[in-house]
Structures are given as structure tokens and as C-alpha cells.
């Protein structure tokens, strides 16, 4: 997967954008979270494959239907 500067993603229910790309890591900051908005994590690109069933880029989000 692919990663460029200021994209944005829920990954595992937090909003996060990208702040850098290392080459081994992404680093984020996180957009939505009571406790830790506005913080940075660097998380290892190995977590990030692991998980990728919960990482979406938020306009793909927007284009999928919403359910009710």
C-alpha cells in the first residue's frame, strides 16, 4: 500500500493523517480522539499490513453507500 503526505484514513476507528513516510513506518497524526488528538504516532509498516482490514482512506470511505 501506498502512503503520500496528507492523506487522511481511519485506522481502527481513529482519524489520522499522514505525516510522513518513512521507509519502515508511517507517521500520523491523529485527528479524532479524545485523549490523544492532535498527538503523533509512528506506527511499523508490518502493523499497518497486519491490520489492513482496518485502515481506509477516507474518500474511499466517503464513496462506499451508507447502510442504515
Known amino acids: 500500500m501506498e502512503f503520500k503526505v496528507g492523506e487522511i484514513f481511519t485506522f481502527e476507528n481513529i482519524k489520522v493523517k ?35 482490514n482496518k485502515l481506509v482512506k477516507i474518500e474511499d470511505q466517503e464513496l462506499q453507500p451508507q447502510l442504515s
Open 18 to 52: 499522514v505525516i510522513e513516510v518513512k521507509e519502515k513506518s508511517i507517521e500520523f497524526k491523529i485527528l479524532n480522539s479524545e485523549r490523544e488528538e492532535g498527538d503523533f504516532r509512528e506506527i511499523p509498516l508490518w502493523y499497518i499490513e497486519e491490520k489492513r
